[in-house]
């Protein structure tokens, strides 16, 4: 019998007109029976399929809505490669709590949205406003036992810092977490003054001993944390969906 039948993902071994040839035995535990890979694609997907996954191209992966025995609709990476006219397929699902992390953060940056809309209708709340909206701005998301992650939102800046440092440093010490990742994909504008409190919170959240880590950094932010002394080990990661796939592997 092949290896290729105990791989722990399915996987399907296929012509070129994607008739089925041999399967995984993961691939009988998660897919009903079928003659052709296509038969388990959803109607909407096919065409995308057919594009994407060709002989043509000999190496592709896309999304693919799919049939399992669970579910009508599960969203699978699906990756194939071609030789000699035969397809190797292999069909991961993609993770849930990571779609459920990432929907959190977008559905905060609305939230935040709504408010900087109401500020301009309303000047005469504009400092009360302000602060509520500084306050929202960093929440903390629990991503696994021992990391969470703090999307910040508009500008650094000292009042950002000063009206979230105490519940957030709270929090981290209540629950124990061992990473905190400071997310700037939604930061603006950055002062001086904001920078050495962001500064002063990381070297606090040292001494506690977690390990911070800044993700998705930009070119002008960058250019502020690096005019500060930083005495201290931080951890730099490029996107934020990287730390969510990484700390999904980890659990």
């Known amino acids: 019998m092949s290896v290729s039948h105990y791989l722990p993902h399915p996987y399907f071994h296929v012509k070129h007109d994607f008739t089925i040839l041999s399967q995984s035995a993961q691939s009988n535990d998660v897919f009903p029976h079928a003659d052709n890979f296509l038969e388990l694609v959803d109607s909407g997907s096919k065409s995308k399929a057919l594009s994407i996954l060709s002989e043509f191209n000999r190496m592709a992966t896309c ?45 905060h940056r609305a939230r935040l949205a709504e408010t900087n809309m109401e500020l301009l209708d309303k000047k005469e709340e504009l400092e009360q406003a302000l602060t509520k909206v500084k306050k929202l701005s960093s929440p903390l998301i629990e991503i696994t036992k021992k990391e969470a992650l703090v999307p910040l939102f508009g500008d650094l800046d000292n009042e950002l810092i000063e009206h979230n440092e105490t519940p957030l440093l709270a929090k981290i010490f209540e629950k124990e977490y061992d990473v905190i990742y400071f997310d700037f994909s939604g930061v603006g504008g950055i002062t001086d003054d904001g920078v050495s409190k962001f500064v ?10 977690v390990v911070p880590s800044v993700v998705a950094i930009k070119p002008k932010h960058a250019m502020h944390l690096n005019k500060t002394s930083i005495n201290m080990k931080i951890e730099f990661q490029n996107s934020l969906s990287k730390v969510l796939k990484k700390s999904n592997c980890a659990t």
């Open 63 to 107: 999304e693919l809505t799919m049939r399992t025995l669970y579910s009508p609709y599960a969203l699978m990476d699906v990756s194939i490669h071609w030789h000699a006219g035969e397809g190797h397929v292999l069909c991961i699902e993609k993770d849930t709590r990571l779609t459920e992390l990432e929907r959190l953060v977008s559905q």
């Open 200 to 209: 002063d919170l990381l070297h606090e959240l040292d001494l506690m001993g």
